[in-house]
């Protein structure tokens, strides 16, 4: 039939063959198209996916009270959890982040003397009032200590909101306050009205955010707000530290919210493991007694009409007939170790943290160790970054002007804008980075600075956090010293006699 079809009318026979060659090369064309319908778009594998798309006060604000709860009590109860957390706040915080003035020349054209004096003038006001609790709202934290604290409540909250106060106690010389909230007092008002108003962030009808709102007390749920800036003078009057993930966030989300599931379950079995292995360690040992007469005969003897005990272990009266049985003791579990440290490399990818750090073991050769520390350190100097752009940055723009306000320094053209800024202009310098082996670090950093690719003042900072100007007056001490009780050769060379 086909080949008569063909002869008869070979026309359209010959179009029927084009159209059938098209239809099959669309449908391989759409083959191509929606190859993810055969991977991550599909239900072929029956994925338990949420297909919807919401915003960010959907996917985030509608959960930000539990993930928060629940961050809170993992690293309350959760040894992983709580590790991961003050791990990152001992290197981005540590001891807390120093100061190095660094004023801006190109602007404002001063002599160089007259530049560092003015410098050095900045850096002693800000060490007397960083290093006195005078810069904490409750009088009992010094900076430092507000910087851990912050770091920790950002980690585990989502974020942490610090307000710029004043209140000058009799004694003090600075009125400037750092006043930290509490993340769970940030709530909504009571009557919203038809303010663009969600989990107590306020935006404007551009979407920026204009003010947040905060409990009075614990008691009741009235609420106060507070502008973000100032509306005359335009300065900030809160600031808030957190990390951003998603277009029009409004709240921050746990550091450990993606694994909070796998962390509760690992404590879960952490917990079981060691009720089990802690049973097993108890053994009952059963005496039986055929008759009265090997009763009176026992070798252990009944005090008080009870039993007697053995630590850990109880010993027990078998009825005629029964016998011992010891159960098998097969705990702690041989590989509970091996299982909890695949656990950890997963939750260290989450968490941008090596298993290395993670669990401060470091069994492998020099290469892998130094390659984790390596990893590690970018993602914690991003954090403190970040945590300099957010909180020390603007504590310290103004402390300047505060400072300023109150004639404790006299800096030409501060009023101006553009010189504000030049002067303003500083660098931060916190923990250094974890050495395994010094002797290279020391040796890396001479061979940078010959090359001019840093300089002895930043290399000075980051190896030790300590400052160039500090430690050449205080070699100069010493050199001085020395020589005065002959410990220096004739000539000055620094060498031991």
Same mark, same amino acid.
């Given at each position: 039939?086909?080949?008569?079809?063909?002869?008869?009318?070979?026309?359209?026979?010959?179009?029927?063959?084009?159209?059938?060659?098209?239809?099959?090369?669309?449908?391989?064309?759409?083959?191509?198209?929606?190859?993810?319908?055969?991977?991550?778009?599909?239900?072929?594998?029956?994925?338990?996916?949420?297909?919807?798309?919401?915003?960010?006060?959907?996917?985030?604000?509608?959960?930000?009270?539990?993930?928060?709860?629940?961050?809170?009590?993992?690293?309350?109860?959760?040894?992983?959890?709580?590790? =991961?957390?003050?791990?990152?706040? !001992? *290197?981005?915080?540590?001891?807390? /982040? +120093?100061?190095?003035?660094?004023? &801006?020349? %190109?602007?404002?054209?001063?002599?160089?003397?007259?530049?560092?004096?003015?410098?050095?003038?900045?850096?002693?006001?800000?060490?007397?009032?960083?290093?006195?609790?005078?810069?904490?709202?409750?009088?009992?934290?010094?900076?430092?200590?507000?910087?851990?604290?912050?770091?920790?409540?950002?980690?585990?909250?989502?974020?942490?909101?610090?307000?710029?106060?004043?209140?000058?106690?009799?004694?003090?010389?600075?009125?400037?306050?750092?006043?930290?909230?509490?993340? =769970?007092?940030?709530?909504?008002? !009571? *009557?919203?009205?038809?303010?663009? /108003? +969600?989990?107590?962030?306020?935006? &404007?009808? %551009?979407?920026?955010?204009?003010?947040?709102?905060?409990?009075?007390?614990?008691?009741?749920?009235?609420?106060?707000?507070?502008?973000?800036?100032?509306?005359?003078?335009?300065?900030?009057?809160?600031?808030?530290?957190?990390?951003?993930?998603?277009?029009?966030?409004?709240?921050?989300?746990?550091?450990?919210?993606?694994?909070?599931?796998?962390?509760?379950?690992?404590?879960?079995?952490?917990?079981?493991?060691?009720?089990?292995?802690?049973?097993?360690?108890?053994? =009952?040992?059963?005496?039986?007694?055929?008759?009265?007469?090997?009763?009176?005969?026992?070798?252990?003897?009944?005090?008080?009409?009870?039993?007697?005990?053995?630590?850990?272990?109880?010993?027990?009266?078998?009825?005629?007939?029964?016998?011992?049985?010891?159960?098998?003791?097969?705990?702690?579990?041989?590989?509970?170790?091996?299982?909890?440290?695949?656990?950890?490399?997963?939750?260290?990818?989450?968490?941008?943290?090596?298993?290395?750090?993670?669990?401060?073991?470091?069994?492998?050769?020099?290469?892998?160790?130094?390659?984790?520390?390596?990893?590690?350190?970018?993602?914690?100097?991003?954090?403190?970054?970040?945590?300099?752009?957010?909180?020390?940055?603007?504590?310290?723009?103004?402390?300047?002007?505060?400072?300023?306000?109150?004639?404790?320094?006299?800096?030409?053209?501060?009023?101006?804008?553009?010189?504000?800024?030049?002067?303003?202009?500083?660098?931060?310098?916190?923990?250094?980075?974890?050495?395994?082996?010094?002797?290279?670090?020391?040796?890396?950093?001479?061979?940078?600075?010959?090359?001019?690719?840093?300089?002895?003042?930043?290399?000075?900072?980051?190896?030790?956090?300590?400052?160039?100007?500090?430690?050449?007056?205080?070699?100069?001490?010493?050199?001085?010293?020395?020589?005065?009780?002959?410990?220096?050769?004739?000539?000055?060379?620094?060498?031991?006699?």
């Amino acid at each position: 039939m086909e080949i008569s079809f063909k002869k008869i009318f070979p026309g359209l026979a010959a179009r029927r063959i084009r159209a059938e060659t098209n239809l099959y090369n669309a449908e391989r064309t759409y083959e191509n198209i929606v190859q993810y319908h055969n991977h991550g778009a599909g239900n072929q594998n029956a994925m338990n996916y949420d297909d919807e798309l919401n915003n960010a006060d959907t996917d985030i604000g509608e959960s930000k009270d539990t993930l928060m709860a629940r961050s809170r009590d993992e690293y309350m109860g959760n040894a992983i959890a709580s590790g =991961a957390i003050k791990r990152i706040r !001992s *290197n981005v915080v540590g001891v807390g /982040i +120093k100061l190095k003035s660094s004023i &801006d020349n %190109n602007i404002l054209d001063m002599d160089q003397e007259k530049k560092e004096e003015y410098e050095k003038r900045i850096e002693y006001l800000w060490r007397i009032w960083t290093e006195s609790t005078e810069c904490d709202w409750g009088r009992e934290l010094k900076f430092s200590q507000l910087q851990s604290l912050a770091i920790l409540t950002m980690l585990i909250d989502g974020e942490c909101f610090a307000a710029l106060s004043f209140k000058l106690h009799p004694g003090e010389l600075f009125g400037l306050k750092v006043r930290l909230l509490d993340p =769970a007092s940030c709530i909504n008002p !009571s *009557n919203i009205g038809n303010k663009d /108003i +969600k989990n107590g962030v306020e935006k &404007d009808k %551009n979407g920026i955010i204009t003010a947040y709102h905060f409990k009075k007390s614990k008691e009741n749920s009235d609420t106060t707000k507070i502008q973000v800036h100032g509306s005359k003078t335009g300065r900030k009057n809160l600031l808030v530290m957190m990390d951003r993930e998603r277009i029009g966030q409004r709240r921050g989300i746990p550091l450990i919210s993606p694994v909070l599931e796998v962390l509760h379950q690992m404590r879960k079995f952490t917990h079981a493991e060691l009720m089990a292995a802690t049973i097993n360690s108890y053994f =009952a040992a059963f005496i039986e007694n055929e008759t009265e007469e090997t009763k009176s005969k026992s070798p252990f003897k009944r005090k008080g009409g009870k039993d007697v005990t053995l630590k850990s272990g109880i010993v027990s009266n078998l009825a005629p007939g029964q016998k011992i049985t010891f159960p098998d003791s097969n705990r702690p579990n041989s590989g509970f170790t091996k299982f909890m440290e695949t656990m950890c490399v997963h939750l260290g990818a989450a968490l941008e943290l090596p298993q290395e750090l993670l669990l401060l073991k470091f069994s492998n050769n020099y290469s892998a160790s130094k390659g984790a520390l390596l990893e590690a350190w970018k993602m914690l100097k991003m954090r403190r970054q970040w945590f300099n752009n957010d909180f020390m940055q603007p504590i310290y723009e103004e402390f300047m002007d505060y400072c300023v306000a109150m004639d404790y320094i006299d800096l030409p053209g501060y009023e101006e804008p553009l010189k504000r800024r030049a002067y303003h202009k500083a660098q931060w310098f916190g923990q250094a980075q974890g050495s395994l082996d010094p002797l290279k670090e020391v040796k890396a950093a001479e061979i940078r600075v010959e090359n001019q690719f840093t300089t002895k003042a930043r290399e000075s900072m980051e190896i030790n956090g300590s400052d160039i100007g500090d430690n050449i007056e205080q070699q100069s001490r010493e050199v001085n010293k020395m020589k005065k009780f002959g410990l220096i050769k004739e000539g000055g060379e620094n060498e031991l006699t």
